[in-house]
């Protein structure tokens, strides 16, 4: 079970490290014209904002285990991002673009994998 929860929050650490990266190093219309409209619905600032959340989020996935300094933030970080999917899910509803839903499903997952995995053991 102790890969399984490696593998999956090594996966899900680089998914958000890569998708956060691009939205605090790009303008928000770089972004758009990439196919990720939604910024439209926030500021450039709260674009930013969520694009830290996920990059701080995928760092607590990984450091705090690996170290052993404060274990406890890596099923909290898998809680924040699965939070964050639920958010991403909201907004992708209301703008009516649900094939981009699976994909935060499948976010949503592998967070709550690592958070109820790493809670339990």
């Known amino acids: 079970m102790n890969l399984a929860l490696w593998i999956v929050s090594s996966l899900a650490a680089v998914l958000f490290f890569i998708a956060g990266a691009s939205k605090i190093a790009q303008p928000t219309e770089a972004l758009a014209q990439r196919g990720m409209a939604y910024v439209e619905d926030f500021t450039a600032t709260q674009v930013k904002l969520i694009g830290t959340a996920e990059v701080l989020g995928a760092i607590g996935l990984i450091l705090p285990h690996?170290?052993?300094?404060?274990?406890v933030l890596t099923p909290l970080a898998a809680v924040g991002l699965a939070l964050l999917m639920v958010g991403a899910m909201i907004t992708h509803l209301r703008r009516n673009e649900r094939p981009v839903i699976a994909a935060n499903l499948v976010l949503f997952a592998l967070v709550l994998f690592v958070a109820v995995g790493r809670f339990v053991g």
């Open 66 to 71: 690996a170290t052993g300094i404060a274990p």
